[in-house]
């Protein structure tokens, strides 16, 4: 089939490597404009652009896919599908409308569970114990379109949301190329999305990930991992905030937020057992193990982490 792929982030990557790999024909690569970072804010490009320009396709970055020459584009291009990993932008009814086969999204979780921009961050921070990805055909709804097909992943006691991405991006960029495989030879149809089991997951806020030393070290815990690397699970100290690396549950208590600064530990509390700092890292500067830390600020007897506002 001749395809437009759409993906802007590292996790799109192994897709578009999948789709350049096998019998299809992608034609083209839709992805976001080339995004300000850094303190120098110079444009940076991203990561499915870099390989979609290595791989010589045309690419196309449209401020708004509803831009009409966008949607002219696309027409021209007559795809018969157009799969999806993480694009970022919703599109419009008439853009969905031109491939034979719609836009195809592959979607980090086993839907309906977990509609939304952050489906790994939230079932990590539920708790989950198994998710997946699924492929489904987009509509106009958020992740509400029929299911083409779906493989499971185990999450692992020690998994961050990146790592957990990583791996979901591998295992399923062969089955978006199955999906891809399956709508040429006609042997697929998609399956409604049943009513039961929905749950959303929209983006982590910069609140979201804020720990609260007052929830059991179970929740923090989750939280902390959910929120790694991005956006970064935080607390503050001294009025400052301070970004959480994953943290390790001890055996131990101390009062909620209360810090115990020892040789070559730091141990806080939350509302049952202490948790372990891993790596921490004070506005400004860069990530250091939480024993370097305290001994940088001498911690006094009786100082808590997020007591004061930031």
Not at 47 to 62: D, I, R, S, Y
Not at 220 to 244: H, S, Y
Not at 271 to 294: E, F, H, I, N, Q
Request: proline share 9%; aromatic share 4%; with cysteine.
């Amino acid at each position: 089939m001749r395809l437009i792929f759409a993906g802007t982030p590292q996790v799109a990557v192994p897709s578009l490597r999948a789709l350049l790999d096998s019998d299809h024909e992608v034609v083209a690569v839709v992805t976001r404009p080339d995004a300000r970072v850094g303190r120098g804010r110079h444009l940076e490009p991203s990561p499915v652009k870099v390989v979609a320009e290595e791989a010589g396709l045309e690419v196309l970055t449209p401020a708004s896919p509803k831009a009409p020459d966008f949607v002219a584009r696309i027409t021209e291009l007559a795809p018969d599908c157009c799969p999806v990993v993480a694009y970022g932008a919703l599109l419009p009814a008439e853009v969905l409308d031109i491939p034979v086969h719609g836009w195809v999204n592959l979607h980090f979780s086993l839907l309906p569970a977990w509609r939304g921009a952050a489906p790994a961050q939230r079932a990590l921070m539920a708790g989950d114990e198994i998710t997946g990805a699924s492929t489904f055909v987009i509509e106009t709804g958020l992740d509400t379109g029929p299911v083409l097909g779906t493989m499971t992943e185990r999450i692992r006691p020690d998994d961050t949301s990146g790592t957990l991405l990583d791996r979901l991006a591998d295992a399923g960029a062969p089955l978006l190329v199955a999906t891809m495989d399956g709508l040429a030879g006609g042997d697929l149809e998609p399956q409604p999305q049943p009513s039961d089991g929905v749950s959303h997951a929209p983006k982590i806020t910069v609140d979201d990930a804020r720990v609260e030393w007052a929830h059991p070290a179970l929740a923090v815990d989750r939280l902390v991992r959910g929120c790694t690397p991005a956006p970064g699970a935080w607390t503050t100290f001294r009025g400052e905030r301070l970004k959480l690396g994953p943290v390790t549950i001890t055996d131990e208590a101390l009062p909620a937020g209360m810090i115990d600064a020892r040789k070559r530990e730091v141990l806080v509390g939350t509302a049952d057992r202490a948790v372990r700092l891993g790596d921490v890292t004070p506005l400004g500067k860069r990530p250091m193990p939480a024993s370097d830390w305290a001994r940088g600020v001498r911690i006094g007897d009786g100082e808590q982490l997020g007591e004061e506002s930031a």
